[in-house]
């Protein structure tokens, strides 16, 4: 039976998870050896609608709090309403950093709600233009040995079907011309190879990386100097080698956010992370913008939730399929996708974003809010 009504959101529920890597990571600028997942579950007219974050334990707090007295008793049929009561809300805390990804989290599942309540796979109720998209294997840690480095973008390739594999650089830019050689080695001419610096080098150093990056055919240079540096991705973007596109967007909390790196030109491809930018509200209103600027659009992690959104999302390029993120959505979610010819695809027997929480299984992993 279909809801056509309004269903008022009457419950909030907040739950933070942390699980420990399967082996030591670092990218260009930090290492780290654990991953949070902060889970939300909204509940309304008889039914349960989830979303999560990638974050930090403290947004619980947030999220049963203030914007739990915001959102209860509002219209989950009108997630957009909802959105912008959040944004409001926060005002005087700060639209960005956690309180953005708390609204993420809380923004998607209010959408999951909705398509709960009507019965409909949420791609479905989100206007679909696809139904299914291209995932690009990452991980490629500079903390990984150049064995465990191959096998891994090797097995993307092999395994996954994937047409694009991603690394990471920027840690010891001595080593990094090597440690792609030996990974162009690794996936032959099969796949493009990205690499990500997360800002870890300066423009000359970035031009610099780009041209001996070029010599093995990199077709993707991610955050090659800081995201807040502007200008200098501009420059990176301008000079860099020809087939080489500049990429960032993934620290952006909001829309202005990433209207500002679109208006700088900046990018080639802008990044954007469902769990981080406003929710799926904000992503379809960032692929909107980068229609207008004739500017592909590439989700960032949490490829399990970015699915559906992704899949009506406009000039959607692909999903990355890091690996942190997989390991901990298949271990904790019944209905995460499986890569199928380096492409996935949302089960359209299942209703809103497919996903059902494993409180059993991770329970081991809670944390408390303050942790």
């Known amino acids: ?55 930090s334990a403290s947004l619980v707090g947030l999220i049963k709090g203030k914007l739990a007295s915001v ?27 956690l309180a953005a ?22 791609f479905v109720l989100l206007g679909g233009l696809r139904d299914s998209v291209p ?11 150049n064995e465990e480095l191959c096998q891994q973008l090797a097995g993307w390739v092999a395994r996954d079907g994937c047409a694009f594999v991603k690394m990471k650089v920027g840690s010891n830019p001595a080593e990094d011309p090597e440690r792609v050689r030996l990974a162009r080695a690794a996936i032959g ?8 610096a997360n800002g870890a080098y300066g423009v000359r150093q970035a031009l610099q990386q780009a041209s001996l990056f070029a010599e093995q ?25 020809v087939g080489m596109d500049i990429a960032a967007g993934e620290y952006s909390y909001t829309i202005d956010d990433v209207r500002g790196m679109l208006q700088a030109r900046a990018v080639d491809v802008q990044q954007a992370d469902v769990t ?43 999903l990355e399929w890091f690996h942190d993120h997989v390991r901990i959505e298949n271990m904790l979610f019944d209905g ?24 059993k299984d991770a329970a081991r992993y809670a944390v408390s809010e303050a942790a």
């Open 71 to 97: 959102v209860t008793g509002l219209d989950a049929l009108h997630p957009p309403a909802v959105y912008a009561t959040m944004m409001s809300s926060v005002r005087n805390l700060g639209q960005k950093g």
């Open 189 to 196: 001419q099969r796949a493009a190879l990205f690499v990500d």
């Open 336 to 359: 995460a996708p499986v890569p199928a010819a380096g492409r996935i695809r949302p089960d359209p027997s299942r209703p809103g974003n497919g996903l059902t929480f494993k409180h």
């Open 276 to 318: 981080r930018c406003g929710g799926i509200t904000a992503f379809l209103r960032i692929a909107a913008l980068c229609e207008a600027f004739h500017v592909d659009l590439s989700g960032h992690c949490a490829p399990a939730l970015h699915l559906h959104v992704a899949c009506a999302a406009a000039r959607l390029r692909h």
């Open 217 to 241: 055919e990199v077709a993707w240079f991610e955050e090659p100097v800081s995201s807040d540096d502007l200008a200098g991705l501009h420059d990176v973007r301008r000079r860099a080698p």
């Open 1 to 55: 039976m279909i809801v056509l009504s309004g269903a008022r959101i009457d419950g909030v529920r907040a739950m933070a998870f942390r699980i420990p890597t399967d082996r030591p990571e670092a990218d260009g600028t930090i290492s780290w050896d654990s991953t949070t997942l902060v889970l939300v579950e909204v509940s309304g007219g008889g039914r349960i609608g989830l979303g999560y974050t990638y974050a």
């Open 101 to 122: 990804t708390a609204i993420s989290a809380l923004d998607s599942a209010i959408h999951d709600l909705k398509a709960r309540l009507l019965h409909l796979p949420l």
């Open 135 to 145: 995932i690009y294997g990452s991980g490629g840690f500079t903390s990984y040995s």
